[in-house]
Each structure stands twice: as C-alpha cells, then as structure tokens.
C-alpha cells in the first residue's frame, strides 16, 4: 500500500470515541486510520452496507491475488492463474449495492 495516494486529514473526535478507536485497531491490529477509511466507505456506499462492505472485500482479495508472483504464471490457454481466480471471485459480488 502507497502511503502517496492518501492525503491527511485532521479532525476532532470526543475523547470516549478516541479511546474506543484505539482499542479497536488494536484488537482488529489494523493502523486507526484504516479504520476510520472503511468506516467512510460504509457512509458513503449506497444501497446495502453489508453488500459494499462485502463487495469490498472481494475486491480486496482480487487485487492482492495480483501481488502473488506465483498467480502470474499461465496456463496454455493464455490466462493466468490470477486472472482464473479473479474469474470466480467476482461471481461472489453482490449486486444489491451501487459504488
């Protein structure tokens, strides 16, 4: 993940939500600031918020399969297996959501 395509931001949050924040990356161990990211994602999503949230998720896998050196090999008929993957994990998507 490329820190240079996030631009900072400050806000102010009451002390209780900084303190429940802290402990939920924590307890997830992921950084605060990706929290407060999904947290907006899941505002702005229209339609279903499990729906974008899930779709998010799939996305997520698809795009870290890319990462994988091994998923770049192919196959005779010209595909790699990350692109075979992909193929099958977009079927998951849920369509009840509109990003």
Same mark, same amino acid.
Do not use: W
């Given at each position: 993940?490329?820190?240079?395509?996030?631009?900072?931001?400050?806000?102010?949050?009451?002390?209780?939500?900084?303190?429940?924040?802290?402990?939920?990356? &924590?307890?997830?161990? #992921?950084?605060? %600031? *990706?929290?407060?990211?999904? +947290?907006?994602? $899941?505002?702005?999503?229209?339609?279903?918020?499990?729906?974008?949230?899930?779709?998010?998720?799939?996305?997520?896998?698809?795009? &870290?399969?890319?990462? #994988?050196?091994? %998923? *770049?090999?192919?196959?005779? +008929?010209?595909? $790699?297996?990350?692109?075979?993957?992909?193929?099958?994990?977009?079927?998951?998507?849920?369509?009840?959501?509109?990003?």
């Amino acid at each position: 993940m490329s820190l240079s395509k996030y631009q900072p931001v400050m806000t102010y949050l009451e002390p209780r939500d900084i303190t429940n924040l802290k402990a939920y990356a &924590k307890k997830s161990r #992921i950084p605060m %600031a *990706q929290v407060i990211r999904e +947290s907006l994602h $899941s505002k702005f999503a229209k339609g279903d918020p499990f729906s974008a949230g899930f779709n998010e998720g799939v996305n997520t896998c698809i795009n &870290k399969i890319y990462d #994988i050196q091994g %998923a *770049q090999m192919r196959f005779p +008929s010209g595909k $790699s297996v990350a692109e075979l993957i992909e193929e099958e994990l977009i079927h998951l998507r849920m369509v009840n959501e509109t990003t």
